[in-house]
């Protein structure tokens, strides 16, 4: 039996596309299409029948994503289909017989056609079920999506002299679209601990530059850490160097005798050597000179305040060395010290120390002075023994003795007890002579016969190793004495 099919329009049936709320900042558009069945009202049983659907987009926007269905029931049959634009797949279940017809896009005004054959196997009447949808129309809100960024970047040198001050500069950059807020900066040098302060917001696309100065008091290799953070953004960002301190390393040195005796003078050699492989800065020099020592001189440079001698040095070279010439006069007596030290700004204090030992001496000195020619045999005559102490030192038990050649005796002594003996007198200790003090001793002596007599004096003290002598010759005559050369 036909089945009868009308031509007019046919209204899509449910499955419509839900529609969620609008979106605040978007706009959305109610498509509009029209869907058309061409094809007989009636046909036989048995005998293909073709149909067209025609879908036309009388809306003002593009559709994107036409999905059409049209479906008969079980009892009849769909053949070949053919489509003018789309992608088309059967689409059968166990309630109905359907082609799914799909549009990729399909503008505004334009009309599609899917067509298909129809077969009925059983005289029933049916109807030609057609359905709809299209992918919602897209919108776009654009939504610009902040995000700050930080980078930290530590500059300094990495190489440094010990005690001299270097500038360390922290860099801190927003790479990002949104500031950083409240930032804080951190600064670590191990052993020195570490230093902390905030620098406020960080702009997007702007950078800080926090310069710090540091001066290492540690030879060796000492870890600079740097790091940027932001508590309210949750960021943070660290960067560090690894710093070898150089230090300059000196060296003094003492070049001279240790022992004197009291009012001699001392000459020393002071050394200064930089045996490091860098140059020592700004190095402050300082004697400090023992009391009862007065300077004969100051070497250039070299300024004295009471007891201390002061220079300056401003560079000495890696490897390089500088003498000092000085010239002490030694007075006081015992053990003294003449202590140097200096201070580098490129390293550690130094100090060197030289002790001397001062000792007074008795210096002794002795003179002759034989008797005034002429003088007969048998009268008495003079000589006289002159003794002064030059030294510093006091002499003690001084022993004196008078010798006197075959032919002439002593008769009596002057100025020291003594005693009288053939042919010379030995004088009773003489208990102390004073620094500078000088005694005259007088031996009076006759001649017996004429010729040559000689006189010989001899000088010794206690703790002298060293004995004093001097000798005359005189020459005698019956008549007159004269004096011949002295030896």
Not at 48 to 65: D, F, H, M, S
Not at 233 to 240: E, G, P, R
Not at 249 to 262: C, H, I, V
Not at 441 to 461: I, Q
Request: charged residues 20%.
């Amino acid at each position: 039996m036909p089945t009868s099919i009308s031509n007019a329009a046919i209204a899509p049936q449910g499955k419509t596309s839900q529609v969620s709320k609008p979106t605040p900042g978007l706009q959305q558009t109610i498509p509009q299409v029209r869907l058309q069945v061409q094809g007989a009202n009636s046909i036989l049983v048995g005998q293909n029948a073709p149909y067209e659907i025609v879908a036309t987009n009388e809306g003002k926007e593009v559709l994107q994503g036409l999905l059409v269905r049209a479906s008969v029931p079980r009892g009849v049959q769909i053949g070949d289909v053919a489509v003018t634009d789309g992608n088309f797949e059967i689409d059968s279940d166990e309630a109905d017989n359907g082609v799914v017809w799909e549009l990729e896009q399909l503008p505004a005004g334009t009309t599609k056609t899917l067509r298909l054959m129809i077969n009925a196997i059983q005289a029933e009447h049916f109807a030609l079920g057609l359905e709809w949808t299209v992918t919602p129309p897209t919108s776009q809100m654009q939504v610009h999506v902040q995000q700050p960024q930080l980078q930290l970047a530590l500059e300094g040198p990495a190489e440094v002299d010990y005690g001299r001050p270097q500038i360390y500069r922290m860099r801190i950059r927003n790479p990002g679209n949104a500031d950083v807020q409240r930032v804080s900066v951190e600064l670590t040098a191990e052993p020195y601990g570490s230093n902390q302060s905030e620098i406020g917001d960080v702009p997007a696309g702007s950078e800080r530059v926090v310069e710090v100065e540091l001066t290492f008091q540690q030879a060796g290799r000492l870890p600079v850490k740097a790091k940027a953070f932001s508590t309210i953004s949750n960021l943070d960002s660290s960067s560090n160097i690894e710093v070898n301190v150089q230090q300059s390393t000196l060296l003094a040195t003492w070049n001279g005798l240790t022992e004197f005796y009291q009012g001699s003078t001392a000459e020393y050699d002071l050394t200064i050597e930089n045996q490091s492989g860098i140059i020592a800065r700004e190095i402050t020099c300082n004697i400090k000179l023992p009391t009862g020592v007065d300077v004969i001189g100051l070497p250039p440079g070299v300024t004295r305040s009471g007891d201390m001698l002061r220079w300056e040095i401003q560079t000495l070279g890696a490897q390089e060395r500088i003498s000092y010439p000085l010239r002490l006069l030694m007075n006081q007596l015992g053990q003294n010290e003449i202590g140097f030290s200096c201070e580098s700004l490129t390293g550690e204090p130094i100090q060197a120390t030289i002790k001397t030992h001062v000792d007074a001496v008795a210096d002794l000195h002795l003179s002759v002075t034989d008797p005034i020619a002429p003088a007969p045999v048998g009268q008495p005559v003079t000589y006289e023994i002159t003794i002064t102490n030059r030294g510093r030192k006091t002499a003690e038990d001084v022993f004196v003795v008078a010798q006197f050649s075959e032919g002439i005796e002593p008769t009596r002594v002057d100025g020291h007890s003594g005693k009288l003996i053939p042919g010379q007198v030995l004088f009773d200790s003489i208990p102390k002579i004073q620094p500078n003090e000088t005694i005259v001793l007088k031996v009076f002596a006759e001649a017996a016969k004429p010729g040559t007599h000689r006189f010989r004096a001899s000088v010794k003290c206690q703790g002298s190793e060293d004995d004093l002598l001097e000798e005359e010759s005189t020459r005698y005559t019956a008549a007159a004495t004269v004096r011949s050369d002295r030896r």
